[in-house]
């Protein structure tokens, strides 16, 4: 069993390793977390074998990236932050209210309930839109469905768009860049145990918290009394490739198939939500000095590591894009099912009283 186990983790890696080179000699954004995604799925469909991701692997691959961004956080990444604080909860709050409205509207031409179709193009975390959607009572089936169509969609055109676009000469932060090309030495490295401990510690309570714990806790430390060695870019790939991997493990394509015309329909739904977010971010950086790459990657609606690596990769400035995201996702966590519990709630209770009426 060990042995079949490390020959499909071998497979698993050699796959997505191919599909990061060809994607990265082609120039795609992202090579290594978009070309192991496709290759990885594309392997499962012509080969019909199952790609192996442990959840080890995965977290593991979490916990480089969140390491790395993490370097990028100063004192005056949470001084610049809180400056834009309302501007972008303002904003957040109207995607939001633009997503209930569509995943509403939706259901006066499809047959579909009106839990389901919100959830699905609510912009969180997929475990999260499920687990909410299964205690308002929607079919957490269809809510899988739909947010891994939004998840694909939004990997496959928001850092193309960002790169050919927004993109800053493909340079980050000099002041970052000067930090990591730092002296530092070696030993220095024991340090990143903290934060690993962090985000082992709040995987299960936090929503994204593998990363957000190694992000966090890096970035503590880096902004005290610590001065911590750059991320080996090798390991930077690497990690990619584990999430990569890790997410193509997740798309199955009888899944979308079970999804029928409605993944198209919610295909669509996922491109609006994605032009709407860009003309927020826009407005967000035209109100407020933050750069187009920097605003708009704050407020679209793709998973946190995602739109950090995608300001990574093109210039904008991933400290306050990680900021900004997590405040949204807890946001969208925290409130937004809380919120529609109460609704769906009001209202059936109305349904109920005016039924009762004579």
Not at 3 to 8: A, C, D, K, L, Q
Not at 198 to 220: D, F, M, Q, W
Not at 229 to 247: C, D, K
Request: aromatic share 12%.
């Amino acid at each position: 069993m060990l042995v079949s186990n490390f020959i499909r983790i071998i497979e698993t890696l050699l796959i997505s390793l191919i599909g990061g080179i060809i994607f990265s000699i082609l120039n795609i954004p992202l090579p290594f977390i978009l070309g192991a995604i496709c290759f990885t799925v594309i392997w499962k469909v012509f080969s019909k074998r199952d790609i192996y991701v442990s959840n080890v692997m995965k977290d593991i691959g979490f916990i480089i990236l969140g390491l790395n961004f993490g370097l990028y956080f100063t004192l005056e990444t949470f001084k610049v932050a809180s400056l834009y604080m309302i501007p972008y909860i303002i904003f957040t709050f109207i995607l939001i209210g633009f997503c209930i409205v569509l995943g509403y509207m939706i259901t006066k031409w499809v047959k579909i309930d009106k839990v389901s179709s919100i959830f699905s193009c609510i912009p969180g975390g997929l475990s999260e839109m499920v687990i909410a959607s299964e205690s308002l009572g929607g079919k957490s089936s269809y809510v899988a469905i739909f947010q891994t169509i939004r998840l694909i969609t939004v990997l496959s055109t928001v850092p193309l768009l960002m790169t050919h676009f927004f993109s800053i000469n493909n340079q980050v932060n000099p002041e970052v860049g000067e930090t990591l090309q730092a002296n530092i030495p070696l030993v220095h490295y024991v340090w990143f145990i903290i934060p690993i401990i962090i985000s082992l510690l709040i995987k299960n309570k936090l929503p994204a918290g593998i990363i957000i714990g190694s992000l966090v806790g890096t970035a503590i430390l880096n902004i005290g009394f610590v001065q911590l060695p750059p991320v080996p870019e090798r390991f930077m790939y690497f990690g990619q490739l584990l999430v990569g991997a890790s997410i193509g493990k997740n798309i199955s394509v009888e899944d979308l198939k079970r999804g029928g015309t409605y993944s198209v329909i919610y295909f669509g739904i996922s491109l609006l939500i994605i032009v709407f977010s860009i003309i927020l971010g826009m407005l967000l950086g035209f109100f407020t000095p933050l750069n187009y790459a920097t605003s708009i990657l704050s407020i679209a609606p793709g998973g946190l590591f995602e739109m950090v690596l995608t300001a990574y990769a093109i210039g904008g400035d991933p400290a306050i894009v990680s900021a900004l995201q997590l405040i949204r996702i807890l946001m969208i966590v925290l409130i937004v099912p809380s919120f529609l519990k109460w609704l769906f709630t009001r209202k059936f209770k109305k349904q109920i009283q005016s039924q009762e009426l004579p």
